[in-house]
């Protein structure tokens, strides 16, 4: 969005990478109208009596909750917010286009394939069972592998790699975990295999989603899976994690074959 707010001339194009004064001022505009950020405060109080001494003594426990909400817009949306004309347009597809997905990810230092050198990520590919659902959910995720998270969040990118085997999924992480769970769809972590889902809690999070669910990945075998990653700002290819704050709390196969 910055760059093409910044420059549309073709003979200097690279101008854009001059920073200048101006030129930060107009990116953390940018950024501050693409992200907004809304926060509200919950104050809850109980009271308890308990008996101490034999007498009744009343201990009152005040919480406060503030719930931080952040939206960002997509790149279709920011186009739309400033006006962007053909010519705009036309720049602003060419630069999100999957071949400079890899490039930008290199920009801002996330590693997109786990340490994963080309060699390995080829043995990866040709080790999945041939003819498999399983496979073509899997072979799917890793195609969107560098894809910015504005673009495709974890569950976008769930039901997209399942679309392209034929299977319907609901549209969010939590949901997508109910319909497992529902149609017993589960599995056990020892029995995992390519296209399988993996879905995680978020420890810190009491908004009442059911189990807290608030990711899911795709698991593509030999311990690594593809989801994409709010924090690192794409989908990411890497080993299969959980963590104190961010538990694995089920798995699911919603195919078959």
Same mark, same amino acid.
């Given at each position: 969005m910055y760059a093409v707010k910044t420059t549309t001339d073709e !003979?200097?194009?690279?101008?854009?990478? !001059?920073v200048i004064p101006e030129k930060e001022a107009i990116l953390k505009a940018t950024f501050n109208d693409m992200n907004t950020v809304g926060?509200? !405060?919950? %104050?809850? %109080?109980?009271? +308890? %009596? !308990? =008996?101490?001494?034999g007498e009744e003594v009343e201990e009152t426990t005040i919480t406060l909750n503030i719930y931080i909400n952040i939206q960002s817009l997509t790149y279709l949306e920011g186009?739309?917010? @400033?006006?962007?004309?053909? /010519?705009? =347009?036309? =720049?602003?597809?060419?630069l999100m286009s999957p071949q400079y997905y890899s490039f930008f990810a290199e920009l801002i230092n996330v /590693?997109? @394939? *786990?340490?994963?050198?080309? *060699?390995?990520? $080829?043995?990866?590919v040709n080790d999945l069972p041939t003819g498999t659902m399983g496979t073509?959910?899997?072979?799917? $995720?890793?195609?969107?592998?560098? %894809?910015?998270?504005?673009? =495709? /969040?974890?569950?976008?990118?769930?039901?997209? $790699? @399942?679309a392209q085997a034929? +299977?319907?999924?609901?549209?969010?992480? #939590?949901?997508? $975990?109910?319909y497992c769970y529902n149609n017993s769809y589960t599995i056990s972590s020892s029995v995992l295999q390519p296209g399988d889902l993996v879905f995680w809690s978020k420890t810190a999070c009491h908004c009442g989603r059911w189990n807290e669910i608030h990711h899911v990945? +795709? @698991?593509?075998?030999?311990?690594?899976?593809?989801?994409?990653?709010s924090s690192m700002g794409h989908v990411v290819l890497r080993d299969i994690w959980s963590n104190e704050n961010w538990?694995? #709390?089920?798995?699911?196969?919603?195919? #078959?074959g």
């Open positions: !003979t200097d194009g690279d101008e854009v990478l !001059t926060i509200r !405060t919950e %104050t809850r %109080t109980n009271t +308890i %009596t !308990t =008996m101490v001494d186009a739309e917010l @400033y006006a962007f004309d053909e /010519d705009q =347009m036309e =720049m602003l597809e060419e /590693d997109i @394939y *786990g340490d994963l050198t080309a *060699g390995d990520l $080829a043995n990866l073509t959910i899997a072979q799917a $995720a890793i195609s969107k592998v560098g %894809t910015p998270y504005s673009v =495709m /969040d974890c569950s976008d990118l769930s039901q997209y $790699a @399942y034929g +299977i319907s999924i609901p549209g969010t992480s #939590v949901t997508q $975990a109910q990945g +795709i @698991y593509i075998g030999n311990g690594y899976l593809v989801d994409a990653s538990p694995i #709390v089920l798995y699911a196969r919603p195919h #078959v």
